[in-house]
């Protein structure tokens, strides 16, 4: 009888094992942030900053010994310049981030040299309870820098290259 009963425990073991690694395998992932344009070449939001509806964004997962893209999704930013990406699979051996890829305006159009992607953590093995990840703001650059921007760089107290 222990003998029966130890086998019946072992075989549930095994099949929650089982269970546990398919739904891991499963795991669905959503990855959510905000695509702005930055209007003082600042590379960070100011209150200037504006959101940019209609860009494009793209989320990359690759292996982070073989450097092989294992998943990729694009989207688009909605008319809050906020995207929603979802992510399947545990990416727990991964390096997943998240890049802004093309703006809708053609005057806030280059991409920040200093903030090209922000990375994300997509695994259940991270210590984070919830499946939402939040990325760090993406976004594209005017060529020039508008006049308003002197004042914010004066109340930031920073200085600007001249």
Do not use: W
Request: overall charge negative.
């Amino acid at each position: 009888m222990a003998k029966a009963v130890a086998l019946v425990s072992a075989f549930c073991i095994i099949a929650f094992a089982a269970a546990t690694a398919h739904a891991h395998s499963q795991e669905v992932f959503k990855v959510e942030g905000d695509v702005y344009c930055d209007p003082c070449r600042l590379q960070f939001q100011t209150k200037l900053s504006q959101k940019l509806p209609g860009s494009k964004v793209r989320l990359v997962c690759t292996d982070a010994v073989t450097k092989a893209v294992t998943y990729s999704v694009e989207g688009v930013a909605n008319a809050d310049g906020h995207y929603s990406l979802s992510v399947t699979g545990d990416h727990e051996k991964d390096i997943c981030e998240v890049r802004a890829v093309a703006s809708p305006k053609s005057d806030c159009a280059e991409i920040m040299s200093e903030v090209e992607s922000s990375r994300i953590i997509c695994t259940r093995n991270s210590g984070i309870h919830t499946p939402v990840r939040f990325a760090n703001p993406l976004g594209f650059m005017t060529k020039d820098i508008i006049p308003q921007c002197l004042d914010v760089v004066k109340d930031l107290e920073l200085f600007l290259d001249a």
